[in-house]
């Protein structure tokens, strides 16, 4: 009986702890707060003290894995975050469903400090509703202890000299991409007859891969577990600076480039705190103190100008527009979407 | 001969393919360098910025607080609804015990993104209590069905008896149902709880902003890479269990001992 009773006042004391952390937690601070929601490890975290201390508002940051993930939870109304971090394609997708809010840029003065490259894409045009935080491209890493001959192309990935020493991304949009760009068309084709034709080369290509991989491909090529891999820039500077003997191209074909951009949700309540935050993380400090951590590429001109030079004059982190002249960004592929699904679907089971 | 090497190596077998991953893990949260492929050195840095990662340390508390409260009130809800279902009459009972397994069965992100809808649909604002909600629901079968069992072995005229020699029907559940059944109940508290420690798919759809669990963190890390903090954390989490087995497992031959 009396453990009975010492278990169950326990369980009561638990009770009110719990309770009472939450409860001081849900309305700690009485001011302003505002919430982002960004990729795992994708922030300098000093960055969010200083921001609420500067300008007193409650930073609420959460995390997570990939686009789709963070897509479902914001589109069943489950969530009441006030800055996304969403890739190019995704901003687009949400934009056609009117889920984000015209950013006021009167707000965001330090947008000026963004490359007017990185400006009016495709994925949105008249840029009202995003701001780039980090940008890379895709392209081939290899050995050059293994591979002698010069690597400019995509056709490099079907040469049978490398049986069984080609990683490929585990990711349909990439890979379906890049080999539509090493047969000459447009990586957001919706051209059955040409998607055809990339089915076909990428099952010409399989008994040449030695996987389809995702974030265990820096591991494998650090460890000169194989010739070459399809990867991100931003994985590549990683790679590169454990392993010497990587190298990184962008074939001369062309390659998909890729922002994670800014975004206020429609849905988000203090919209001009969240424009605060957003200008902030343009800062010339702040953006040089991310992108240091990250090791990503900035898209804040004057941030990039802070970085170790060795950093920025290498073609993988930044490339120059003739690099990258040939080069799209993804678009949102709408009703094209299951026939990808399909032909990922066919090349992965055969 | 032949026979007691092969039983051997079959069992050793089983064992390296349990352990051998969690042996890596655990010397790779000693590797100078952040990646996996190369050991660049022995370093203990790893576990020195494991404790001043708060990001980390509270999503372990978070996951740790969740496991505990909902396991206690899966445990509770759980026996109770067993002791139910076992007195009740075949019919509804095999309909009862039916609906109790299809949550099992049924995958994490069916009960994950349906659980995110009522809570939406209830205007109940996503974070610590639904998560917790939705962890005492999953766990919730589990416990009834490592009760049942025990239930079923129970003699049912011990509570009857119970009954005969004056004891009020809590005072018999106490002092004879529930220490029969006890084994069980702890069966069902452990399961919960490490389900709950486990738990992704669900936890994800069902938190808010601010609050994310050891799961969520380790998940939404995935694209830059696990940071080897979380190698140091496991292999702590590892020992700690470890320590907990042998400390129980000591006890309890320490009892049997006293017994006989």
Redesign the interface.
């Known amino acids: ?1 009396k453990r ?1 009773f010492s278990a169950v006042s326990l ?1 009561l004391a ?2 009110i702890i ?1 309770f009472s952390a ?1 409860i001081t ?2 309305c700690g601070s009485n001011g302003r707060t505002i ?1 982002v ?1 960004n ?4 922030i300098d ?1 000093s960055v969010i003290k200083s921001f609420e201390k500067q300008y007193g508002i409650n930073v ?1 940051y ?5 686009n789709e ?1 963070m897509y ?2 914001i589109k ?6 006030d800055v996304l971090v969403p890739s190019d394609y995704m901003i687009k997708r949400m934009t056609n469903e009117d889920m984000l809010y015209k950013i006021n840029f009167d707000n965001i003065p330090n947008y000026k400090y963004i490359d007017d490259r990185f400006k009016n894409l495709g994925y949105d045009p008249k840029n009202e509703y995003s701001v780039p935080y980090m940008w890379g491209t895709v392209g081939i890493v290899y050995n050059s202890t293994m591979v002698k001959e010069p690597v400019n192309s995509w056709k490099i990935l079907w040469n049978p000299k490398y049986k069984k020493q080609i990683l490929m991304l585990d990711s349909q949009r990439d890979s379906i991409g890049i080999t539509l760009k090493m047969l000459g068309y447009s990586l957001n084709t919706k051209d059955q007859k040409q998607l055809e034709e990339a089915k076909q080369k990428l099952i010409e290509q399989k008994p040449l891969v030695l996987a389809y991989v ?2 265990q491909v ?3 090529m ?2 000169n ?1 194989a010739a070459m891999a399809v990867v991100w820039s931003g994985d590549a500077i ?1 790679m590169m600076r ?1 392993n010497k003997d990587l190298k990184y191209v962008i074939p001369k074909e062309g390659s998909n480039i890729w922002f994670d951009s800014m975004v206020i949700p429609k849905t988000s309540k203090h919209t001009a705190d969240a424009e605060l935050f957003i200008n902030y993380m343009c800062d010339t400090q702040i953006a040089y103190k991310n992108a240091d951590y ?1 090791g990503y590429s900035t898209p804040q001109t004057e941030a990039k100008k802070l970085l170790p030079k060795e950093l920025t004059s290498d073609k993988t982190a930044y490339p120059d527009e003739g690099d990258v002249k040939n080069s799209e960004v993804f678009e949102d592929l709408a009703d094209s979407l299951p026939l990808y699904d399909k032909i990922w679907t066919e090349i992965k089971s055969k | 001969m032949v026979k007691s090497l092969s039983k051997k190596i079959y069992l050793y077998l089983i064992f390296f393919f349990l352990y051998a991953p969690i042996l890596i893990l655990i010397v790779f949260s000693f590797n100078g360098s952040k990646s996996r492929a190369h050991w660049t050195g022995f370093t203990l840095s790893w576990y020195g910025q494991l404790f001043h990662d708060q990001q980390i340390l509270t999503s372990l508390y978070n996951t740790l607080i969740v496991a505990v409260i909902s396991s206690l009130f899966a445990t509770v809800i759980g026996t109770a609804a067993a002791i139910g279902i076992s007195r009740m009459r075949k019919l509804p009972k095999a309909m009862i015990i039916n609906v109790t397994y299809i949550p099992v069965l049924s995958p994490d992100i069916v009960t994950g993104i349906s659980l995110m809808l009522l809570f939406v649909f209830l205007h109940i604002p996503l974070g610590f209590i639904t998560m917790l909600m939705a962890h005492i629901t999953f766990n919730l079968p589990f416990v009834i069905l490592a009760v049942l069992p025990k239930l079923k072995q129970l003699n049912s005229q011990v509570f009857d008896a119970a009954l005969d020699l004056g004891a009020t029907p809590m005072y018999a559940y106490k002092k004879v149902i529930l220490p029969e059944i006890m084994p069980g109940v702890i069966t069902g508290f452990l399961l919960a709880f490490t389900l709950s420690i486990d738990d992704f798919v669900i936890s994800f759809f069902t938190t808010g902003s601010g609050f994310s669990n050891l799961a969520i963190t380790i998940y939404s890390m995935a694209r830059r890479g696990i940071k080897p903090e979380i190698n140091a954390l496991l292999t702590l989490m590892f020992i700690s269990i470890l320590l907990l087995l042998l400390l129980v497992n000591y006890r309890m031959s320490k009892d049997t001992k006293n017994k006989a």
């Open positions: 009986m009975f369980f638990l009770l719990v939450a937690t849900g919430k929601y990729w795992g490890d994708y975290k609420v959460d995390e997570f894995a990939n993930e479902a939870k069943a109304g489950a969530l009441d975050y995702g974030d820096k591991d494998q650090i460890g577990q990683y454990e990250i």
